[in-house]
């Protein structure tokens, strides 16, 4: 690889206090095309109570696509905000996640949003 820069992983964090409890939220990886399972995963944010374990929430958003449903090309390093994840969160738990019980992570996968 001589000659060539390599690419950093981005890494995106933050904090968000939720009805009193306070979580920790992380990017886990990006939009990509699985050879495993063929098919395209949207970017992952990884979700947990700070400094307890407990349940992990995975949001998984969409992979996107145009107007008429089209996958567009891998996009390079979409945007992440922490009002966009905390939206997030919240639909979460009104599906379901309970942040302090144990258990195998949940997963969640939130709506496509139109642009």
């Not at 690889?1 to 904090?15: A, D, L, N, P, Y």
């Not at 920790?24 to 979700?47: F, R």
């Not at 998984?60 to 994840?85: I, N």
Request: aromatic share 8%; proline share 10%.
């Amino acid at each position: 690889m001589h000659g060539q820069k390599k690419r950093r992983k981005r890494t995106i964090e933050g904090t968000a206090k939720i009805d009193g409890m306070a979580l920790v939220w992380a990017l886990v990886s990006e939009p990509q095309w699985t050879n495993t399972d063929y098919i395209y995963k949207g970017m992952c944010i990884s979700v947990q109570v700070a400094d307890e374990a407990r349940r992990e929430l995975i949001i998984e958003y969409p992979y996107p696509t145009d107007a008429k449903g089209k996958r567009l090309p891998v996009p390079q390093r979409p945007p992440v905000s922490a009002a966009m994840v905390e939206v997030s969160i919240r639909q979460a738990i009104s599906a379901g996640w309970d942040p302090t019980s144990r258990g195998k992570p949940f997963v969640y996968y939130p709506p496509q949003t139109s642009k």
